[in-house]
């Protein structure tokens, strides 16, 4: 199993606190949010990771290096131009050879990534390959992309930031994501291109299988994108990580 950790993003919303940072750098306890989530990843048996680059990248490469003090392996992927979360991807598919776990570097959480990838694998076809999306309950449908399931948890509905009287749910993605290799050979190369503004509308028009695992009751997963969310994030980690219900601050 491989990972890609995004973390090209430049966190405007953060103003001065991501002056000198990517969003991923800033610290929680005595570690930046990219520490924790490898660590995160090698937990869960993933030691294999690709991190995108593009705003202040020395930053990110001087702290991670090759890996090594980790117990992972990292590999690089500069981006001169922001090529959005599923072009991202799609740059890396030559490195990857099998299902990717795909995490959004502004994400702090204690998600059991295990039932994750367990479930994702009990639904894996060799000749359909899938997605399985984390999600989260949001307390404003409107200013995400949300979605709907079925009785079997398939994702059978999606709408990004419907008007208020176009609501009919409050899940949606949570920044985590698990697909099959052959996916990203359907991202269109060299391109922006975002999984929730292209790819998921995409594969659902071509029927292809995209199944929702929302948060458990015990999990958490914080953006950490807005100064608000940050310092929400920072009061968890230094009350050692105590619940925090399931909740994703919006962005």
């Known amino acids: ?58 930053t990110i490469t001087s702290f991670l290096g090759d890996g090594r003090r980790f117990g992972v ?26 299902p990717v776990v795909v995490v959004y570097g502004d994400g702090y959480t204690n998600l059991d990534l295990g039932r994750v990838l367990e479930y994702h694998a009990a639904r894996r076809r060799a000749e359909t390959p899938h997605m399985t999306m984390v999600l989260y309950h949001v307390p404003d449908p409107t200013a995400c992309g949300i979605v709907a399931l079925d009785r079997d948890d398939r994702v059978v509905r999606f709408v990004e930031k419907p008007a208020r009287e176009d609501v009919f749910g409050d899940l949606a993605s949570a920044g985590v994501l698990v697909l099959e290799r052959a996916l990203l050979e359907r991202i269109p190369d060299a391109a922006v291109w975002d999984f929730g503004r292209d790819e998921l509308p995409a594969l659902l028009a071509d029927g292809v299988p995209v199944y929702g695992v929302p948060l458990h009751e015990q999990e958490y997963l914080i953006d950490i994108g807005t100064p608000s969310s940050y310092r929400r994030a920072s009061s968890l980690s230094a009350a050692g990580a105590g619940a925090a219900g399931r909740s994703r601050l919006p962005n």
Request: include cysteine.
């Open 73 to 98: 392996s990292v590999t690089y992927s500069y981006e001169r131009e922001l090529l959005g979360t599923a072009g991202a991807a799609r740059k890396l598919a030559p490195h990857f050879t099998g």
């Open 1 to 58: 199993m491989q990972a890609l950790i995004l973390a090209a993003g430049l966190g405007t919303r953060l103003g001065g606190l991501t002056a000198d940072r990517p969003k991923c750098m800033l610290t929680f306890g005595d570690a930046p949010l990219i520490e924790h989530l490898v660590v995160w990843l090698r937990q869960h048996g993933i030691d294999d990771i690709a991190v995108n680059l593009h705003y202040l990248p020395e």
